[in-house]
């Protein structure tokens, strides 16, 4: 069974009930805190995580998070009531209820988090939930593209959004994110501003599907349904517009601030609306309103003024409520009918009346009309368009157009399907079961509220959100219905009339898109390109390394050795050599002799028992030297050891193929050398300092009191470090297996 595709069944159970109530309860949790909050008060909750490095896991309940939090909750449970029938009898459903829940965790974690480093946790447990989402389909290979391409996308964002927050943490001193939101100026006037910034929007951009990293996110329609209306909603595309809220007390009120995110939200929300009416799928154009709406939000978020900053808080509400009704909507269609195209859709008004009411309120929020809270979202946007200080014209004149194009695909999506033409003869549409359409005309409901008692927002979110994006309540501009005669009045009614208009005309509008946009370069297809050229590459990589020849391995393993060595000397200052040969006596010089002696013979020797013992030579050197700095127990195990890897080398060697002649090989002779200088430059300057002996200290303390032995290194071997000897046996064993499978391999190949 396709995962889109519903069975007859009535629900999935327990497995269906209890993902319900969690998130249910989640959401009643939330809005307990409404009260609080609504008095512009702040909730921190914070314990000790990593002490050593400043780190803490910490919670941060503002206006912000708690409006992203209701929304992520409160849709969340309408979504899981909605799937339990729409997936209904699904095999694979405790698969998907797990995966949604763990994202809707995942996306709360994200919004309440108060350290940095807990941020980007959570932020990447976004990335990997919604990949399971997108991919759950995972029969299909489009589906598992898609995924992908998801994953691609957002993780490459991931990476710089680390790099970001990790010099932040390091400019502010504290990676307490209410902490460094005090520190504006500090932060603004740090040289490291621009690099921070930058490698934030990169993370923000991919999150939230920016020109150019858009075309991920229609793609990501090959997820069920209701992820669509999730993940559109009030989760993960709204992440990376999250990101740019929280940060933006501390980050905003400069050039680059201002341009980037007021150039490319406009242009984001411009090329979706273009977008979205040249597509007859209905998901794929609710999807790039989205995109739309993504850009609006940020566009905003670039300006100061209050009047922009409440336009986005409102119109992040009245966004989330209209979309996920608009999807869950077409989710009732798609399954009534078994097709999403607009021209095999028509006359399900009087089919599908409850679908019908509850997409006609959507959809009147979502093109503006009054009374509906969309309304009041688009002219507090034309206010705050007007009322940014750098162009306002070219702010005025892209919401404009956006918000046109809106009201057109709202007629598209919400009009046509129910009450133009009729219903093909192969379609059999009837009402959805309640608990389908239970969100969509709870959420399309609310808008209609929300936008007849604007109040009710007004002091419990918008007032407390703007106060987080401001610091200053004052900010926050009055929500109503009538603000009187004015710029955003008319610029609302010449919305009304060119919307209408391109609706009329949208079939002839959307050949002319389809023209004109098929000239400009397809990034989805680009991206096939890049992972065929990725795959390329990786595939001569692959050659050129994995040559099959061990010596060309360990060449480049000491050459890398050598290279991190010098490299690391050469920039904190090669040690000063300072020697003392007083102490030094003939045992000592007799001794470096001999393993200097050792090794050169293993070196150069054709003859593999020559071979064998000079490389025996070099253990009881080492074991000698133990003896004289006054180790006997280690220098008996040096002894066992080299006594076993000689006899172990002897039967190897007796079984392998003469040692080829010794030749001189400049390449290696220089490397040889570069390691073994190095080292020695290492250890003089190891041995030149001061020893650091509290360790020692401890170690003759504690040994008899604590582990009731008297031999201080067996105390050490077995007790202070028995997972290091645990994993040298397992070194041991694990060699000794090898060797035993090479012989009999070796002795098999011999007797055919």
Partial sequence: MAADTPSNASGNGISGVIPILFAGALFVYFLTLVPTIATLEVIRWSVPWIPSLGIEFSFLVDGLSLTFSLLISGIGT???????????GHPQYDRFWMFLTAFMVSMLGLVLADDLILLFVFWELTTLTSYMLIGFSHEAEKSRRNALQALFVTGAGALAFLAGLILLGAVAGTTSISGILTMGDELKAHALYLPILILLLAGAFTKSAQVPFHFWLPNAMAAPTPVSAFLHSATMVKAGVYILARIHPAMSGTDVWLWTLTILGAFTAVFASLQS?????????????TLMALGTLTLFLGQESGYAMTAFATFLIVHSLYKAALFLVVGCIDKSTGTRETDQLGGLGRLMPVTAFAAALAAMSMAGFPPFLGFIGKELKYAGAIAVASEPIFVAGAALLANSLMLAVAGVVAFRPFWRGSVQSTQNPKE??????????????????????????QVALINPTVLSLTGEVE?????????????????????????????????????????SLNTLPNLDLKWDSFLDGLKALAKWQTQVVQNGKLSSYLFATFLTIAAGIILTLIYTGIPAITMDLADVEWKHTSIALLIAAGAILTLVTSSRIAAIAALGVVGIGIALVFIVFSAPDVAITQLLVETLIVVLVAVVMLSLPSLPKATFNLNHAVLSIAVGGAVTLILIAVVSSPLDLRLTDYFEVTSWPEAFGRNIVNVILVDFRALDTFGEIAVVVIAALSAYALLRTTRKGDEQ
């Fill in 432 to 457: 959805a079961p309640w608990q389908m359409m239970m969100g969509p005309v709870l959420l399309a409901i609310l808008g209609t509220v929300f936008g007849i008692y604007p109040d009710l927002l």
């Fill in 277 to 289: 009416l040249r597509q007859t799928d209905l998901k794929q154009a609710l999807a790039y309103t």
């Fill in 78 to 88: 309408l979504v899981l009531l909605y799937s339990n029938t729409y997936l209904a």
């Fill in 475 to 515: 900010e926050a501009k009055e929500l109503k219905l009538w603000a009187g005669v004015n710029v955003p009045l008319f610029l609302s009614i010449a919305t009304f009339v060119i919307g209408l208009a391109i609706y009329a005309a949208h079939v002839r509008i959307r050949a002319m898109i389809n023209t």
